[in-house]
């Protein structure tokens, strides 16, 4: 006997496997890439609810189908190595580890040519427990089974059955109730949703990048989506920057591709059916990773860009690889995640920063536009105190040219000085001293001014400029409080009055100097706090 050989367990691995991580979502799509793998075109899966509460999930295929002594293989924990690499396949443990995180029993019932037996096989994990020893059963086929093999596959393919189904749901319910029966109902919708994502290179008749194969559930067909949306999208990496070559870990080189998509902002859909397909959230952002044509990975910076926000939401990127790239990316079981090497990451980060940066200018930009059209802050209380306290220091304007924007005044400094300086006439009271407009193109966050309610009497006035982060991060969320708003338009009017009172044409480049560093300095203070969204200023813009 040689003592060197220390076997496993059975019972307490066999239990211990179901805990690798699947869930209902990821462990269906296990068994539905070896229906790929085996060249189906047509795979079928029904989700059965029983009176008595007992659950059963079929999963037929037309596909190449197994003989018995290939079907023994493939039931080994450890299965034979495929002789396709690039098979959705790959350590030979996905259909057992998949389906015994669902279910304590799982059966293959399958056939490789018309003329042939059903072979089957099942593992039962109570019988391996009991028998304390790796043992399948080998069990006669039932009328039910064959039934379901000539429903969901036909004349050759695969059919595998989920039994004993303890963790399908993940509440309890009344055994066969009508809660129970719509839980079944959300899972077939979501397994839907999900399937449509991870397959829809190949459930996609026109895209001819996978051959394609049709997936039902329950009888309906699941419809491909395409997270880029490119019939809406733009793709914004140019071409020769597409291809990426990554180092192996025995130094030779392989290739992978991507690609970068940028969405249409929601307020830019004019149709619910638009933002419901384009499903712009902070989760949907990211890296979509596909091995050999299937997603892998859906969303996510993956050590590349910090945590998703609302800024980058618009940003997807298409990932490619094959399984040349399997161990540089160091692809789990469930193929369900990958990792990138940190050079990888850096060299990455590096050439899509500038599309970064620009997919977050983007939303802000349409978020700004927006907020700008339906501005609900109120200026008017300001404008209403300044034209009523008329002891404040200010210039006295003797004269103003429209055409060169420009105004001579009389201040601390001297009379007639000539300064530059925006003129506006014919301006409503609520806008004669406090003015927030969108013809700031200088970055700053308000700009000293003279307004005047006719064309002439000009007084001194202040624009603030809507496109600053200041504006729009804390007036916007200040709209709510009058106080809020009239104290910092009052401070912001007094500085531009105390410059206007204060200069002439050599100091007048120090002040806006001074104007600027300001206002770079709050854009940088408030680089981390988002937009606001309008669900948080919706009820006050409309009281």
């Known amino acids: 006997m040689n003592d060197l050989i220390n076997e496993p367990d059975a019972e307490r691995l066999i239990f211990g496997l179901r805990d690798t991580g699947y869930n209902v979502k990821t462990a269906a799509a296990d068994i539905i890439d070896n229906s790929i793998a085996a060249h189906a075109d047509q795979i079928n899966v029904e989700i059965v609810l029983h009176a008595d509460g007992r659950k059963l999930v079929y999963f037929g295929d037309n596909g190449d189908g197994m003989d018995a002594v290939t079907l023994h293989e493939a039931m080994r924990y450890g299965a034979p190595v495929r002789e396709n690499p690039e098979s959705l396949g790959k350590f030979g443990l996905g259909l057992k580890t998949a389906s015994s995180s669902v279910c304590k029993k799982f059966t ?16 039962d994990l109570d019988h391996v427990a009991a028998k304390r020893c790796w043992e399948m059963l080998r069990e006669p086929v039932t009328s039910g089974e064959e039934e379901m093999f000539d429903e969901l596959c036909g004349e050759t393919g695969t059919l595998v059955v989920w039994e004993k189904c303890d963790r399908i749901l993940s509440k309890e319910y009344e055994a066969g109730g009508t809660k129970e029966q719509a839980a079944i109902k959300r899972l077939a919708d979501t397994l839907s949703k999900h ?32 997270p880029f949306y490119p019939k809406r999208s733009e793709q914004v990496l140019q071409e020769k920057k597409q291809t990426l070559v990554v180092e192996m870990p025995d130094g030779s080189e392989e290739k992978a591709a991507i690609r970068a998509w940028i969405l249409p902002h929601r307020r830019d859909m004019t149709k619910d059916e638009e933002r419901e397909y384009a499903r712009i959230s902070n989760r949907a952002q990211g890296f979509y990773v596909y091995r050999e044509g299937r997603l892998i990975q859906d969303g996510g910076w993956m050590e ?39 050079d990888l990451e850096d060299g990455l980060r590096t050439l899509l920063q500038p599309i970064y940066r620009e997919a977050g200018n983007r939303y802000r930009r349409q978020s700004r536009a927006q907020a700008n059209a339906n501005d609900s802050v109120d200026h008017a209380s300001a404008n209403k105190n300044i034209a009523s306290t008329s002891n404040a220091a200010k210039a006295v304007v003797t004269s103003v040219d429209p055409e060169q924007q420009s105004a001579q005044i009389s201040n601390n400094m001297g009379p007639k000085i000539r300064i530059k300086s925006p003129i506006e006439n014919n301006v409503g009271p609520d806008q004669l001293h406090v003015h927030a407009v969108e013809t700031v193109t200088s970055g700053e966050l308000w700009q000293p001014a003279f307004h005047s309610s006719s064309t002439d009497g000009h007084v001194p006035a202040v624009h603030l400029n809507k496109h600053h982060d200041f504006y729009q991060k804390i007036y916007r969320r200040a709209a709510a409080n009058g106080f809020a708003v009239e104290g910092m338009d009052l401070l912001l009017w007094a500085f531009s009055a105390a410059e206007q009172n204060n200069t002439n044409e050599e100091l007048a480049p120090i002040f806006e100097d001074i104007r600027t560093e300001i206002s770079n300095n709050l854009r940088k203070l408030l680089r981390n706090l988002p937009d606001p969204e309008p669900e948080e200023f919706a009820d006050d813009a409309g009281s």
């Open 108 to 123: 293959i019932v399958t056939k490789a040519a018309p003329d042939q037996s059903l072979a089957k096989l099942a593992w």
């Open 195 to 226: 399937l449509s994502l991870v397959y829809h290179r190949f459930t996609e008749k026109l895209d001819e990048r996978e051959r394609n194969i049709d997936i039902f559930i329950n009888q309906s067909p699941v419809v491909p989506w395409n």
């Open 304 to 342: 590349v860009f910090g945590a998703p926000e609302p800024h980058t939401s618009l940003l997807r990127l298409e990932f490619d690889f094959g399984h040349e790239l399997d161990d540089a990316f160091r692809i789990d079981v469930k193929k369900s995640r990958i990792l990138f090497h940190p």
